[in-house]
C-alpha cells in the first residue's frame, strides 16, 4: 500500500492538533496540548485507493530552523493551516510557500491551503476570497474546514493525497521521458 507523509503547519492556535486527532480518531478535543508534537497514523481510501497516511502535526518546533527544515524535508505533502478567526495568522503563513520549496528544492511541491474554524463565522476576520487568492498565487487547492463541527476535514487529508499523486505520476512521467 502507498504510504504519504504529511506535515501539517500553521501558527499556534489555529487548530492543527484538532483538525489531524479529528480526522484519525474522530473527535473534537477542546483543550489540547499545545507544545505536543507527534505522529499519526491513518489508513484511508481516496478516489478508490487506499493509502496510509503519517501525519506530523508540528507545534512551534519552528523556532528552531534546523528542526522545521528537517521536518519539511521528510515531507510528502505539507497542510498549512491558519484560523479564519484570526487574521495575523493568516499573514504568519505568507512566507511558507516559498520555505517549503525553497527547503525541498522543487518548484511543485504538494501544498493545500486550509482555513479552519468555518463554525466561526460570526468571529470571521479572514474573507474566503482572501484565502483563495493566495491558494491561486501558490498554485495549490484551498478547503475552509471546521475541526469542531468536522466539517470538511476528511476532505483535508483526501486532497492532500490527489495532490501528492498527481505530483508523483508527473515525476513519473518526466523520469520516462528522459529514459526514452
Ligand atoms: N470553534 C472551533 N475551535 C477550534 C477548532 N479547531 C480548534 N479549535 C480550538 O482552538 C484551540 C487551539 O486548537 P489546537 O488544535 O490546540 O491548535 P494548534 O496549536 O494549531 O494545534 C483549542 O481551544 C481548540 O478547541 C474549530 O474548528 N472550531
Ligand atoms: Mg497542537
Redesign the pocket.
Known amino acids: 500500500m502507498r504510504e504519504f507523509k504529511v506535515v501539517v503547519l500553521?501558527s499556534?492556535?489555529?487548530?492543527?492538533?484538532?483538525?489531524t486527532v479529528q480526522f484519525v480518531s474522530g473527535c473534537f478535543?477542546?483543550?489540547?496540548d499545545?507544545t505536543i508534537e507527534d505522529f499519526y497514523r491513518k489508513e484511508i481510501e481516496v478516489d478508490s485507493s487506499p493509502c496510509v497516511l503519517e501525519i506530523l502535526?508540528t507545534?512551534g518546533t519552528e523556532q528552531f530552523a534546523s528542526m522545521r527544515d528537517l521536518y519539511i524535508k521528510n515531507g510528502q505533502g505539507f497542510v498549512v493551516?491558519y484560523s479564519l478567526t484570526n487574521h495575523q495568522t493568516f499573514q504568519d503563513i505568507k512566507p511558507m510557500k516559498e520555505l517549503i520549496t525553497r527547503v525541498k528544492s522543487s518548484e511543485r511541491v504538494p501544498i493545500l491551503l486550509v482555513a479552519?474554524?468555518s463554525?466561526?463565522e460570526h468571529q470571521r476576520e479572514v474573507p474566503t476570497i482572501e484565502g483563495n487568492t493566495l491558494a491561486q498565487f501558490w498554485g495549490c487547492p484551498f478547503i475552509e474546514a471546521?475541526?469542531?463541527s468536522k466539517t470538511n476535514v476528511n476532505d483535508v487529508f483526501a486532497e492532500i493525497v490527489r495532490e501528492m499523486n498527481y505530483s508523483n505520476d508527473k515525476e513519473k512521467k518526466s523520469y520516462c521521458c528522459t529514459v526514452l
Open positions: 500553521g499556534g492556535g489555529v487548530g492543527k492538533s484538532a483538525l478535543m477542546e483543550k489540547y499545545p502535526d507545534a493551516v479552519n474554524k463554525d466561526l471546521s475541526a469542531k
